[in-house]
């Protein structure tokens, strides 16, 4: 990707001086200013207020010891993180990744990538990200009970209802949430909506958990028909990862008809041409907590290969990373290409590499990029908010609803933008001019910060 423009080319430029050694936060400022250059033309004053080298720099950034007792009384230390990016139109929101590959650069991408997603939702939410090095995988429910509650010690400082509201995101779920949740009441002794994703039992919303995913297919089934005049029907599907993201985006293209062949981990991926049963899945992933190897244990007719990057080999119609940033590379768009694919929409944030974006929009592909097409999460987490501090609940037909208005808005807020700026079709332009401009109206109105 390109940046033609000047100005743009300085902040780049300033940015790659100032952090060489973030290769994942670099990308996120290419990808969103290689798409600025007709509005910064349009608006020369951005310029003169210094916006750009503004918002490539968070407000604030926080790194702190998380040190936990394993069940051997040995002491373990892990790192973590939370960057408050931008807070020009609402509180930081966010989710939180437990990983090992967890470190500055990747929050930061997140973070930059949340600010434009947020805005993109409509709703009152400015963008974070935190999180740790920690591993969840093989660790016991005391271990991770214990790391959740020393995490919330430290991260409690920062936080707050009005102030910055964290969620999940990998390895970051139900569980998680709730050992959090109880850990920042205890220290604070204040019931509030500091975290979304919360059971609902204590304050969550109908459909948070599934919203990701739901949201992928109700913006996916709006582009099929605008940009298309199609839909998910009988589409042969292929969705990688096999998280929360990647189970109810399956499920919902399933309910809208799509034929899902393919999912995986990060071992490796199983093809099942008859369609993916959900159910067995859900079993092994959600209540077993096993790798996606056992599916073939117990539907003997499906294939299992290692190695996750293969699943991009199977011929599809449609693909929808659902994993993690970088997980589709050129090689992998090529192969899809050249197997017909027609559409690719992200369920993760940045899972196809730059120039794998450039070869789908190309080739005439439909590309739509993740702060658009998988915004459903954080809408949701949004919604919850408004619940918790109405202190009520709306019913699932009542969110789902307002779910469902959410994405077919962003869909159109992003292809208009896009058309426009002189740019029809390229979703990804659209997106970022249409989540930058509301973000850039805030922080002009507010002076200089
Ligand atoms: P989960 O932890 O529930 O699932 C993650 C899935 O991705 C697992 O199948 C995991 O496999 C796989 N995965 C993780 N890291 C890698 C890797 N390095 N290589 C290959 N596969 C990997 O997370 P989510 O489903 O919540 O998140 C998936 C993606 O969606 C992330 O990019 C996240 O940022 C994004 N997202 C999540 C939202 C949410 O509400 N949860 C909202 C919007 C975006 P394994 O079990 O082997 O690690
Ligand atoms: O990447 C994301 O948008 C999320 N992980 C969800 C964030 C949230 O606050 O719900």
């Known amino acids: 990707m390109n940046i033609k423009n000047p100005y743009l080319q300085k902040v780049y430029q300033q940015t790659c001086d100032r952090d060489p050694d973030q290769p994942e936060f670099l990308n996120a400022v290419l990808e969103v200013l290689g798409t600025l250059e007709p509005v910064i033309e349009k608006h020369p004053e951005f310029e003169a207020a210094g916006l750009i ?3 490539v720099e968070p407000e604030r950034m926080v790194q702190f010891r998380v040190a936990w007792q394993d069940d051997n009384g040995k002491t373990q230390v892990n790192r973590g993180y939370r960057v408050q990016c931008n807070s020009a139109i609402g509180p930081y929101k966010g989710g939180l990744r437990f990983h090992p590959s967890v470190n500055l650069s990747i929050i930061k991408f997140l973070a930059f990538e949340q600010v434009f997603k947020n805005s993109l939702t409509g709703l009152p939410m400015g963008g974070g990200k935190g999180g740790a090095d920690f591993d969840p995988k093989g660790k016991s429910d005391a271990e991770i009970m214990r790391f959740c509650q020393s995490f919330m010690t430290e991260l409690s400082k920062y936080i707050g209802a009005e102030t910055d509201v964290p969620a999940g995101d990998i390895g970051v779920g139900a569980r998680e949430i709730g050992y959090l949740f109880g850990q920042y009441k205890r220290i604070r002794n204040e019931y509030t909506g500091i975290l979304t994703g919360k059971g609902l039992s204590y304050g969550g919303s109908l459909v948070r958990t599934q919203a990701t995913g739901y949201g992928l297919l109700y913006f996916v089934r709006e582009m099929l028909a605008v940009m298309a005049n199609d839909s998910p029907k009988d589409k042969v599907t292929v969705i990688s990862g096999s998280g929360n993201v990647a189970i109810y985006a399956a499920e919902k293209a399933q309910e809208m ?77 090529q192969k899809l290409i050249a197997n017909g694919v027609k559409l690719v929409a992200e369920g993760a944030n940045m899972p196809c590499a730059l120039d794998a974006v450039a070869a789908f929009q190309k080739a005439g592909v439909l590309y739509a990029p993740g702060k658009a097409s998988n915004a459903g999460g954080v809408a949701t987490s949004g919604l919850e908010m408004c619940q918790n501090a109405m202190k009520y609940s709306w019913s699932e037909q009542e969110v789902d609803e307002k779910l469902q208005r959410i994405m077919v808005s962003i ?39």
């Open 53 to 55: 080298e503004r918002l």
């Open 257 to 333: 008809g799509a034929k899902v062949v393919a999912m995986s981990d990060s071992n490796g991926y199983l093809y099942d041409p008859n369609g993916v049963r959900l159910d067995v899945v859900k079993q092994i992933k959600e209540v077993r907590r096993e790798r996606i190897c056992e599916y073939v244990k117990e539907v003997p007719t499906a294939q299992y290969h290692k190695g996750c990057r293969g699943i991009w080999s199977i011929p599809c119609e449609m693909a929808l990373p659902c994993a993690t940033q970088n997980e589709l590379l050129l090689e992998d768009a």
């Open 411 to 449: 869909f159109h807020n992003a292809y208009t933008s896009a058309k426009e700026y002189g740019m029809e079709g390229n979703l990804l332009a659209g997106a970022n001019i249409a989540g930058f401009m509301k973000v850039a109206q805030a922080m002009m109105a507010q002076g200089i910060l």
